[in-house]
C-alpha cells in the first residue's frame, strides 16, 4: 500500500458503532448545523440543497423544518433515501450520513423545531399550514476529524512539513449509529 496514510506512524482510523457512533455524529453536526440535504430528484438542484438541522435527537435521528409543498417533500415522498454532507471547518469536522427521511406534521415536534427565523419560509409563523418536519434515520456514515483538534493538527502539519515526515493529526472511519 502506497498511501499517505501508510506512512502515519499514529493511529488514523476508527469505525465507531452504537452510542459512539451517535456521540460523533452529534458533535461534527453541532459543529455546522448547516448540510447539503440530498435527495434523488431530477429538478434545476438535482436533488440538492442546503438544510440547517434544528435538532439531533437521543438516538442520532436529524431533524429540519421544511414546507410540505416543497420539491424537496415531493422528492423524499417518492424515494425516501437521503445523503447529508457536512463541513464543520476547512480542514476538519466532515461528515457524509446515508439514511432515511420521513416526514411529519407532528404539530407538537414543529414547535419544539421552531425558531424564529424560519419566518422566513413560513411567513404565517409555527402555525403556517405548509410547515412539515422531516427525521432523517441515519443508516451509515462516514467521517473526516482530528484526533486533538485544529491547534494540535496545525502544529503538527507544520513541524511535519519542516521535517519532511508525515503528521497528521486526521482521523476517520466509518459510523453505524
Not at 434544528?54 to 423524499?76: P, T
Not at 466532515?94 to 406534521?105: K, N, V, Y
Amino acid at each position: 500500500m502506497n498511501s499517505i496514510d501508510a506512512k502515519q506512524s499514529e493511529r488514523n482510523h476508527e469505525n465507531l458503532s452504537g452510542t459512539e457512533a451517535t456521540a460523533k455524529l452529534k458533535e461534527l453536526v453541532e459543529k455546522s448545523k448547516t448540510c447539503f440535504f440530498c435527495t434523488k430528484g431530477q429538478g434545476e438542484s438535482k436533488g440538492t440543497r442546503p438544510m440547517t438541522v434544528l435538532q439531533v435527537d437521543e438516538r442520532g435521528n436529524l431533524w429540519f423544518l421544511s414546507a410540505n409543498d416543497s420539491e424537496k417533500n415531493h422528492e423524499v415522498a417518492n424515494d425516501s433515501e437521503v445523503e447529508l454532507y457536512f463541513q464543520g471547518s476547512p480542514h476538519s469536522d466532515f461528515l457524509h450520513i446515508t439514511g432515511t427521511a420521513f416526514i411529519s406534521q407532528d404539530r407538537a415536534k414543529i414547535d419544539e423545531l421552531w425558531e424564529p427565523l424560519a419566518k422566513v419560509w413560513f411567513t404565517e409563523g409555527k402555525d403556517d399550514p405548509r410547515i412539515s418536519a422531516i427525521e432523517v434515520v441515519p443508516r451509515e456514515g462516514y467521517y473526516w476529524d482530528t484526533k486533538h483538534g485544529m491547534i494540535v493538527a496545525s502544529i503538527k502539519m507544520l513541524i511535519g512539513a519542516a521535517m519532511g515526515k508525515t503528521m497528521d493529526d486526521g482521523i476517520q472511519g466509518e459510523l453505524r449509529p
